[in-house]
C-alpha cells in the first residue's frame, strides 16, 4: 500500500478542516477527538475513527496535532505516551515558544519528533494553494513531510531548527492580529454610537489597514537602527491626537479600555523625555522587560 496517510488529533473547526483537506487528496487518515461525534462527518467521507488516542498513534507515522493548546496535547497524549516512539508530531496547536520547546523535549524523551508549525490562515484557508504555514524543528522531517505539509496549506516555510521559533512567529502575527481587531471593533463601537454601521465605515476602515504597511516598512529601519528622529512625526504631536481619540470615544460614550491605555503609554514616552522624539521611541519603553 503505497497511498499516503496521516493521524489528525483535535477536530476543532482547524482540525477537521485539516483532515478533510486530507481526505480530498485520497490519503488515509485516522482521526480521534476528545468529543468522539466532531469526527462524524469526516468519518462518512471516509476517515476512519481511533477508539483510542494510542490506537490513532499506532495507526500512522505522521500525527497532526490541532488542539487549544500544548497542555491538551499533555492531556490528550500522555495516557498514549507508550504508543509515542518512532511519531512525527506536526505540532499546529497555539501557544507560547517555550511551551513549544518544552513539548519537543517531551517528545523526544518518548522516541518522537515534533515540528512546531503556526498556521497564517482561519478554518476556509486550509487546503489552499495560497495559504501559508511556517515551520520550526528539524529540517530533515520538515523535508521528509513536505508533500503532506503541502496539503494542510499550499506554501510552508521552514524557518529554523528551533521548535520555539514557529510558535515566536506565529505569536508575533497574533499580537497584531488581535490589538488590530479590536482597534476595529473599537472604531465600530464609536461609528454605532454615533449611527453609522460597520458596512457604512467599510470602506474608510479598509483604506486605513491598507495605509499601514507602509508604515511598517518605513519604522523597521529606523528602529533596528535606534533612529527616533522626530523628523516626520513627534511625540508630543501623537500624544494629542491620542487624548482626541479617547475624548471622541468618551463623548460617545463607548468603552474606553482601549484607547485609554494607548494614552497611558503616550503619556509615560512623554515622561520619559521623549516629547521631541517619534512615536517609534515608544518601542524603547515597551521592550523593557
Ligand atoms: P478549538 O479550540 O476550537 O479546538 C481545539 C480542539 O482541542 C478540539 O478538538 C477540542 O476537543 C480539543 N481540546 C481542547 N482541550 C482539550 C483537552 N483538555 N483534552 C483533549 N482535547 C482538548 O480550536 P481550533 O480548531 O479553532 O484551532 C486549533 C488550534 O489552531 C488552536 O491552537 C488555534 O489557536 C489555532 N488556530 C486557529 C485558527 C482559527 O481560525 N480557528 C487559525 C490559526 C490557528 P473537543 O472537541 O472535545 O472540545
Known sequence: NTKQSVTVIGLGPMGQAMAGAFLDRDYDVTV?????????????????RAPSVAEALAAHELVVLSLTDYDAMYATLEPASAALAGRTLVNLSSDTPEKAREAARWAAARGAVQLTGGVTVPPAGIGRAESSTFY??????FDRH???????TGRTDHR??????????????MVMFWTSMLSYWQAIA???ANGLTAADILPHAV????????????????????R?????????????????????NAD????TTLPATVVELFRRGMDAGHTGDSFSSLVELMRKR
Request: aromatic residues 6%.
Open 228 to 248: 527616533h528622529v522626530g523628523d516626520v512625526d513627534r511625540l508630543a504631536m501623537g500624544t494629542a491626537s491620542v487624548e482626541h481619540v479617547l475624548h471622541t
Open 32 to 48: 480521534w477527538n476528545r468529543t468522539p461525534s466532531r469526527a462524524d462527518a469526516l468519518v462518512g467521507r471516509g476517515a476512519v
Open 146 to 152: 513536505r508533500a503532506a505539509l503541502e496539503v494542510i
Open 160 to 173: 529554523g531548527e528551533d521548535p520555539g521559533l514557529a510558535a515566536l512567529m506565529y505569536q508575533i502575527g
Open 190 to 192: 464609536l461609528a454605532h
Open 207 to 226: 483604506e486605513t489597514a491598507e495605509s499601514l504597511p507602509g508604515f511598517l516598512s518605513f519604522y523597521a529601519e529606523r528602529i533596528d537602527a535606534g
Open 136 to 141: 520550526s524543528g528539524p529540517r530533515e522531517v
Open 252 to 255: 460617545a460614550g463607548v468603552d
